[in-house]
């Protein structure tokens, strides 16, 4: 049932990415980042009232630093939606399982560290490096396309998205629960956008376009309360793992999205890129998990 739960988010996950791709016709990501995090702290706090869950935190300083990486990454991942095929910056986003591997090499090699880890440090740097090459394959066809800066910041996205979710296991370690944190996340994505459209102005409002808008908070709020349960029915590591590699379904949706809904028009050669990043994140997480079994999962 887990993997049912986690599929489940992916969809859900993807199905937001549709609804920001039509709505970033007419709204900038500021307004997209603002009613997004509007709609999920609506959301959020008629959930925690229901489960009885108090919103009261000891660790507002944590939240706000969850916030600001957070929102930096969301906002740099609805640009790259309105940019790009949807896939490639899904792909893109979902790039920051091999930056936590990334950063977990690099620090084991600035640390010096070898013992029982060392010869798994092998393995997984061919991992990341593979996925890097699938990013190179993925970003040439948008490069060709003069869409480049796009790349680049659904690459951002990707690396930002990293971040968040190391500071998110923080967070779990303090004993905090899922629904108090994703509540100040929206809480923070509502008050960066509500600042970025006090600088950068508002679009028109168009009944028929602003129809868009709720299903982003509703469906990202679902996505992450999903995967919460996916991980949560996890009775040993191996179903952890196999929850952690399923996400990567998100980019099959995405996939298809771009193709039914968009017509995006992805060559041969940025299909065999998607698919090398998800084979290398794929890698990358059995090889993180083995090396470190009990360390808390991803979440997106």
């Given at each position: 049932m887990q993997a049912v739960w986690m599929i489940l988010s992916s969809f859900l996950i993807a199905s937001m990415g549709v609804c920001v791709k039509f709505a970033s016709a007419h709204f900038t990501?500021?307004?997209?980042?603002?009613?997004?995090?509007?709609?999920?702290?609506?959301?959020?706090?008629?959930?925690?009232r229901v489960h009885g869950t108090s919103l009261r935190t000891a660790y507002p300083a944590m939240h706000a630093w969850r916030s600001v990486i957070g929102v930096v990454s969301l906002s740099a991942w609805f640009?790259?939606?309105?940019?790009?095929?949807?896939?490639?910056?899904?792909?893109?986003?979902?790039?920051?399982?091999?930056?936590?591997?990334?950063?977990?090499?690099?620090?084991a090699l600035m640390l010096g560290k070898s013992g029982n880890k060392g010869p798994r440090q092998g393995p997984l740097v061919l991992a990341i490096l593979a996925s890097f090459a699938g990013v190179v394959m993925l970003l040439r066809p948008a490069i060709d396309q003069n869409q480049s800066f796009a790349g680049l910041v659904g690459l951002l996205s990707g690396?930002?998205?990293a971040f968040a979710y190391m500071q998110v296991m923080a967070i779990s370690r303090m004993?905090?629960?899922?629904?108090?944190?994703?509540?100040y996340?929206?809480?923070?994505?509502?008050?960066?956008?509500?600042?970025?459209?006090?600088?950068?102005?508002?679009?028109?409002?168009?009944?028929?376009?602003a129809l868009w808008l709720p299903p982003i908070g509703i469906l990202a709020s679902l996505g992450q309360l999903a995967m919460t349960r996916a991980y949560s029915m996890s009775q040993h590591h191996g179903g952890t793992l196999m929850v952690a590699n399923l996400q990567y379904s998100g980019i099959v949706f995405a996939a298809l999205y771009?193709?039914?809904?968009?017509?995006?028009?992805?060559?041969?050669?940025?299909?065999?890129?998607?698919?090398?990043?998800?084979?290398?994140?794929?890698?990358?997480?059995v090889l993180r998990a083995r090396a470190a079994p009990d360390a808390p999962a991803e979440e997106h």
């Open positions: 990501s500021a307004e997209l980042v603002f009613y997004r995090g509007v709609v999920s702290i609506v959301f959020m706090a008629l959930y925690a640009y790259a939606i309105a940019h790009l095929p949807l896939a490639t910056a899904m792909t893109l986003n979902y790039m920051s399982g091999v930056w936590i591997a990334a950063f977990l090499v690099g620090g690396l930002g998205a004993g905090e629960p899922e629904i108090r944190t994703v509540f996340f929206a809480v923070g994505t509502a008050i960066a956008g509500a600042l970025g459209m006090a600088l950068t102005g508002t679009s028109a409002w168009n009944w028929q376009q771009s193709l039914i809904l968009f017509g995006d028009n992805i060559p041969l050669t940025g299909w065999a890129g998607m698919a090398l990043i998800i084979v290398s994140a794929v890698a990358a997480t």
